[in-house]
Every structure is written in structure tokens, then in C-alpha cells.
């Protein structure tokens, strides 16, 4: 094994996450991984939350907005590039895209996604 590895996100094939944006996986270590989401223009994602993994998003381009629920804590942020938000794990959420551009966000997962069965779906706040 290697102890230093190098990736390109034009190398990275991509994949469909469970709340059915694209995602093209990067590279992990066993603290944590990174990914490029992208979702198409006028698309909402599926609502999930995480069983076991924390994230932590930067959003790239295009704009949208995220819901979050976690106990009785709530809120709908809106996504621009620069915006960085954290989705605890337990966390349900689902975010959607407002531009006419895909939203596009690089996110790192901690610790590095453990496969399926990871996200459960859960009712969103949109459709």
C-alpha cells in the first residue's frame, strides 16, 4: 500500500448515491473519505439520513437549499458556492437545486462510507 495516493475528479467513475444524486468517490483514509456530488438542475434529492457516518459539504456551484432535522433541532439553509454545512450523523436531510446549472459539492465523509445499507430513507420536506 501506498502512503500517499493522488486522484482526479475526471477520473473518478461515477456512481448513483442512495438519495440519488451522482457522486463520484475520490479518495479515503481510514479516518475519512471525499466525493463530488452533483444534481441536475430543477432536481430534489430523496430524503435519507446517515446510520453510522458524519459529513461535512462544501458547495462548489449552483444554488439550492438543504433541510436538516436532527431531534428537535430543524432548519432549511440555503446552498450558494462557499457555503459549508455539517450533517451530523442521525441526521435526516434532503437538499434539492434551484439554478438552472447542476449543484455541485465536494463532501467528506468520517469515517469513510461503509457501503450499503448506510442511509435509510426517511419523509422529506419536499417532494
Given at each position: 500500500?501506498n ?24 479518495l479515503?483514509l481510514p479516518?475519512?473519505?471525499?466525493a ?12 435519507v439520513?446517515?446510520r ?16 436538516r432535522?436532527?431531534?428537535?433541532q430543524?432548519d432549511?439553509?440555503a ?13 435526516a ?35
Amino acid at each position: 500500500m501506498n502512503a500517499f495516493e493522488t486522484g482526479r475528479v475526471t477520473q473518478a467513475r461515477t456512481e448513483q448515491a442512495p438519495d440519488g444524486s451522482s457522486v463520484l468517490p475520490l479518495l479515503s483514509l481510514p479516518s475519512g473519505g471525499m466525493a463530488v456530488f452533483e444534481l441536475p438542475a430543477g432536481q430534489v434529492s430523496r430524503a435519507v439520513r446517515h446510520r453510522s457516518v458524519d459529513e461535512i459539504w462544501l458547495v462548489l456551484a449552483g444554488t439550492g437549499a438543504m433541510w436538516r432535522k436532527l431531534e428537535a433541532q430543524e432548519d432549511v439553509v440555503a446552498l450558494e458556492e462557499g457555503v459549508c454545512i455539517s450533517i451530523p450523523a442521525g441526521t435526516a436531510f434532503q437538499f434539492r437545486c434551484d439554478s438552472s446549472a447542476s449543484l455541485r459539492i465536494v463532501a467528506t465523509t468520517m469515517p469513510p462510507w461503509p457501503g450499503e445499507g448506510e442511509a435509510e430513507f426517511v419523509p422529506g420536506k419536499w417532494d
